[in-house]
């Protein structure tokens, strides 16, 4: 049935865009506002991981409560609502589109508006270097969009996947409120940050392999030694350098010859075709998988 929910929730995705504005969840902001205030500027992992997991009890809880009646019609139906939430906030597909067709239009400031959302940052100033970063934000954000979540799902159902999403919304909520003050990273964002580096752990993995089997295989490889040998210091950061690096390797070939001034859309067309191919591998193997256990 997980399978069926995932299948649904990535088929009904493409079809309801008009409502992504709604799985926005803005009540969480001032949850993690309030946490951030308890926490206050200690740092305290314990406290941070209770944070996290208050909002995900209630859709464990749901998930039970809902198992075994009608032939698990509501459960299912209930998963496809949960994946749906989760595979956001916003769509990457319209975001890296909607990039795309601004660079085509010519319109920079409506460019650098959209870099601005996959970047999770400002995209002005950056000049020749934007492009390289628009691209590894692409491969960074498919995980934090896509693939975390689908693997969650597959581990712990919907709360999984729920769990996997809040703590992506919460590192970024934080994030977000210490640069707008002009702070440094506080201790809560570090927390933050690292559990949810600690649950992307394992998809980002999965993804940077998955990005090297639907790109160039042999130059991904080695800028994942690269990327093992440059580690950074934390979870998080580890996790978007792979990522990064494996992403862009796998696609560099195909970009070979292309006149210059049509690099930025082709890199940012390329680096979604790259996570598009990803997915259906993504698929076929949790199909194989579900297929496997079923038999055995």
């Not at 008009?18 to 500027?41: I, Q």
């Not at 769509?91 to 409506?110: F, N, Q, T």
């Not at 492009?131 to 934090?144: D, G, H, L, T």
């Not at 090297?212 to 978007?240: I, K, M, P, Y």
């Amino acid at each position: 049935m997980s399978l069926l929910a995932l299948l649904l929730a990535l088929l009904c995705e493409r079809g309801l865009t008009h409502l992504f504005h709604l799985r926005e969840p803005r009540w969480l902001d001032r949850y993690c506002d309030w946490v951030a205030r308890r926490l206050g500027g200690a740092t305290r992992m314990p406290a941070a991981v209770t944070a996290l997991m208050l909002p995900v009890l209630p859709v464990a809880a749901l998930d039970v409560m809902l198992g075994g009646h009608l032939l698990g019609l509501p459960q299912l139906a209930f998963a496809v609502i949960v994946l749906l939430v989760s595979f956001g906030p916003r769509d990457l597909r319209d975001e890296v589109d909607d990039y795309i067709a601004a660079l085509e239009r010519g319109d920079r400031d409506e460019a650098d508006g959209r870099a601005k959302e996959l970047l999770e940052a400002d995209a002005a100033g950056r000049g020749a270097g934007l492009r390289e970063a628009v691209e590894e934000a692409i491969f960074v954000q498919a995980n934090n969009r896509i693939f975390g979540v689908i693997l969650w799902f597959m581990l712990l159902g919907p709360a999984g996947a729920w769990l996997f999403r809040v703590s992506d919304l919460m590192r970024r909520r934080m994030a977000f409120e210490a640069a707008r003050g002009g702070d440094a990273a506080r201790p809560q964002d570090r927390a933050f940050a690292a559990l949810h580096g600690l649950l992307a752990w394992v998809p980002a993995r999965l993804a940077a392999g998955s990005y090297a089997l639907a790109g160039s295989f042999e130059d991904a490889v080695g800028n994942w030694r690269t990327a093992v040998d440059r580690a950074a210091q934390s979870v998080l950061d580890r996790n978007d350098d792979l990522l990064a690096r494996v992403g862009k390797a796998s696609l560099q070939p195909s970009l070979a010859g292309l006149p210059p001034e049509s690099l930025d859309a082709a890199t940012a067309r390329g680096a979604w075709r790259i996570v598009s191919r990803s997915t259906l591998i993504w698929l076929a193997l949790i199909a194989l998988l579900v297929l496997a256990g079923s038999a055995s």
